[in-house]
T-cell receptor
Framework: DAGVIQSPRHEVTEMGQEVTLRCKPISGHDYLFWYRQTMMRGLELLIYFNNNVPIDDSGMPEDRFSAKMPNASFSTLKIQPSEPRDSAVYFC????????????FGDGTRLSIL | QKEVEQDPGPLSVPEGAIVSLNCTYSNSAFQYFMWYRQYSRKGPELLMYTYSSGNKEDGRFTAQVDKSSKYISLFIRDSQPSDSATYLCAMSAYTGGFKTIFGAGTRLFVKA
């Protein structure tokens, strides 16, 4: 089992640029979550999907953030345009019913916006 | 007031000690209670998962939930240097969809 795979592991870019984070969940998992972690705010849920359908996106901070899950094995989180306050570690996680809580996390993408 | 309160520590203990980590919460709708361990530059790893009140034991780890006091605990027996990590509590409620809230995490150092 390869676990949840995220790419890239690190991303440094200038403000205003588009950033795309990628996630491959564990095969067969029904739920996929995107989280953001910062020292100030801890781990915050941005959005989660069930069977590729977005269920709760109330944590997405602004319209600059968007997430898609075109199929069961791939999801993206996009920030356009990026701002320095978006700097954080972004985690993807997946779960298998009947436990909808995040069970398996990837190792995250460390994003720095200059 | 935050929905989930957790002392960030750091907590430093000698090897072999019993460690007690705690969280309090305010939302009585929480039904699922979890503990995650996070090593530096890694994603959180689910350690323990409990539904409603009671105790759950897994090896050196014991999770306790007291819903009447809105208080959860994680005990680590015979702590090892490899237990040094940040421990996050988390809680979920179903309100039309699942909402999981994480505590801030407690940094634990186990000294050899």
């Amino acid at each position: 089992d390869a676990g949840v795979i995220q790419s890239p592991r690190h991303e440094v870019t200038e403000m205003g640029q588009e950033v795309t984070l990628r996630c491959k969940p564990i095969s067969g998992h029904d739920y996929l979550f995107w989280y953001r972690q910062t020292m100030m705010r801890g781990l915050e849920l941005l959005i989660y999907f069930n069977n590729n359908v977005p269920i709760d996106d109330s944590g997405m901070p602004e319209d600059r953030f968007s997430a898609k899950m075109p199929n069961a094995s791939f999801s993206t989180l996009k920030i356009q345009p990026s701002e320095p306050r978006d700097s954080a570690v972004y985690f993807c996680a997946s779960s298998l019913v009947p436990q909808p809580q995040p069970q398996h996390f990837g190792d995250g993408t460390r994003l720095s916006i200059l | 007031q935050k929905e989930v309160e957790q002392d960030p520590g750091p907590l430093s203990v000698p090897e072999g000690a019993i460690v007690s980590l705690n969280c309090t919460y305010s939302n009585s709708a929480f039904q699922y209670f979890m503990w995650y361990r996070q090593y530096s530059r890694k994603g959180p790893e689910l350690l323990m998962y409990t539904y409603s009140s009671g105790n759950k034991e897994d090896g050196r780890f014991t999770a306790q939930v007291d819903k009447s006091s809105k208080y959860i605990s994680l005990f680590i027996r015979d702590s090892q240097p490899s237990d040094s990590a940040t421990y996050l509590c988390a809680m979920s409620a179903y309100t039309g969809g699942f909402k999981t809230i994480f505590g801030a995490g407690t940094r634990l150092f186990v000294k050899a």
